[in-house]
């Protein structure tokens, strides 16, 4: 008997995932589409997913230096696997002498601008993701509202009202930041710099682990009720978020969540404490956590449906960050080497040979795809062994 219980619940999140991953793609494609037609470059196809075509419609936008033998109209195509995409424009990989309307023949500038708008674009999605999920569930700030009794913050002088500005001299503007810091400390003492009445402070606090294995320093972070939430239990004793203060939140988030990847490597090369869970995941593994949010989050009696749209809205919002920031790493056949490049031909008043070029960006392209093929394996191996984590959104206080 077939059991559409069971099918459902990985259908689904393979579906959403696919939806999610879909979207992310899209826009960034869009980014690299909206700055060539800016720039005047003519984008030969505009293609979803990867593979064999399924779906061609044809575009009323027209070559201006029309190529015998070609369609000479942008190409909309969906494709087999629905895994990327791309925006294939005139002249991008190869040379088309004196045609104003190829890639090639562009300044610096404008090309850098085309180069860079895909991730551009995956920034703003993520800006408009973060700040809908802000306005829904607003936020946390790192400013004191209880200290409990017998804890390292009530031992080392943490007050309510307290504004905690640093951490060991890095900058606390949000929530996260100061999570972060706690899940990465090791139990080793913090030096806090907090706000007290306009007045600089300095204290010394050291975190202890709680019986589930998390650091926590005992205090709660003060509240903001989304902008959009009319169901809060605590609504009516609690500051509700401002637009313009969720937006600047949901730029910061985008600003943690860039950095975050970078300090938690550095960590593993200085051999320092990592939040747990921390690791590099494929397409796989991030499926595979879709799928068990989704299942996790479902399961819940109560608000299922709303938690688990607020949890795939911030798992969009993270891999829209993850995938504009990944583009831009200057890593051979990625946006961030193409970047590099035309810097050069800046600086040097002239392009690298296309040949060279091309050279670098084939080699880094195998082994890109010889790394991605281990984390897969990887995710693959332990998605058999049933070791993945359910991280459904949530914010915890210390």
Known sequence: MINIAGIMSIGVPVLIFLLILGLVVFVHELGHFIMARRAGIFVEEFAMGMGPKLLTFKGKKKSLSPIEGQENVTLYTLRALPLGGFCKMRGMEENVPEDTEAFSNKSVFSRFLVIAGGSAMNFLLAVLMFSILIFLTGYYTPIVTNVAQGMPAQQAGLQIGDRITHINGSRVSLWENFRFMLDTSGGS???????RDGQRVNLSITPEMGTDGVFRIGMNPTSRVGFLDRNHQYAATLERAGIVGSIGTAIDMIGFHIRAPFRILSRFVTR????EGAEVVSIIGIGAQVTEIYQYTMAQEE???RST?????????LISVAIGTMNLLPIPALDGARLVFLIIEGIRRKPVSPEREGMVHMVGFVLLIVLLLFVAYRDIANLVAGSTDVVPYYQEAP
């Open 272 to 275: 320092q404490p990592v939040p």
């Open 189 to 195: 003492t913090m030096n806090v710099r907090v706000n």
């Open 309 to 317: 749209v607020i949890t795939m809205l911030f798992l969009a919002a």
């Open 303 to 305: 608000y299922a449906i």
